[in-house]
């Protein structure tokens, strides 16, 4: 399974775009790269998952270089309703046995 | 979306009982499942993975005998802890993976906070 690493927290204003990186230099060839929002006291939720290139939808952005050795999840002008844990999974659901390990996140908080 | 259903969202209980904690998938079949712990500002520990018809996969350090598993339709996986105690306590939360093989991720549910006095 891929390690992957973020920053522990990120501070930021409303109505700025943040950008949290994650890293995960051994992320393997079947791997997909996929970002969860989760609120205190609630299961995480589904941002947006992506392979390669950038991916966009309704919420965010997904930045991934061609080396996949990393990615960015870029939020557009954040609201206090932002202000979340963030987490980057690496992992392929196609493979039995395979799952999801869950690192830190990234504790993002939105200041008015 | 597809949704993942979690029963009950909160239950204390005396120590020393059991209680069961059910996950469902509600409009996609599940062919695995998986379980998770969370104790406050630390990230979800991963506690075992459920796959349909099949003994459940326990993490190290999981009690297979404490945290019961099962998994017996393609929508429907409970967690029981059985004899639970205090430092049970904590937040749980399922996860189902479609076997829709276009749906390459994830499906949560709404979590379970469980406080044994």
């Known amino acids: 399974l891929a390690k992957t690493t973020q920053p522990i927290s990120m501070d930021s204003y409303e109505g700025q775009e943040v950008n949290i990186t994650c890293s995960h230099n051994?992320?393997?060839?079947?791997?997909?790269i996929t970002w969860y929002q989760q609120f205190p006291s609630q299961g995480p939720r589904f941002i947006i998952q992506?392979?390669?290139t950038k991916v966009t939808n309704e919420v965010a952005s997904l930045f991934i270089p061609a080396d996949r050795k990393s990615s960015t999840l870029s939020l557009p002008r954040v609201s206090l309703s932002d202000t979340a844990v963030y987490y980057c999974?690496?992992?392929?659901?196609?493979?039995?046995?395979?799952?999801?390990?869950f690192g830190p996140g990234t504790r993002l908080s939105v200041l008015p | 979306g597809a949704v993942v259903s979690q029963h009950p969202s909160w239950v204390i209980c005396k120590s020393g009982t059991s209680v069961k904690i059910e996950c469902r998938s509600l409009?996609?079949?599940?062919?695995?499942m998986f379980w998770y712990r969370q104790f406050p500002k630390q990230s979800l520990m991963l506690m075992a993975t459920?796959?349909?018809?099949?003994?459940?996969?326990?993490e190290q350090g999981v009690e297979k005998d404490k945290f019961l598993i099962n998994h017996a339709s393609l929508t429907l996986s409970t967690l029981t802890v059985t004899s639970a105690h205090p430092e049970d306590s904590s937040f749980y939360i399922c996860?189902?993976?479609?076997?829709?093989?276009?749906?390459?991720?994830?499906?949560f549910g709404s979590g379970t906070q469980l406080s044994v006095l």
């Open positions: 996860s189902a993976k479609s076997s829709d093989r276009v749906r390459e991720k994830l499906f």
């Open positions: 051994n992320i393997a060839t079947n791997d997909y």
């Open positions: 992506g392979y390669k």
């Open positions: 999974l690496v992992g392929a659901l196609d493979n039995y046995g395979q799952n999801f390990v």
């Open positions: 409009d996609f079949q599940a062919t695995t």
């Open positions: 459920s796959n349909e018809g099949s003994k459940a996969t326990y």
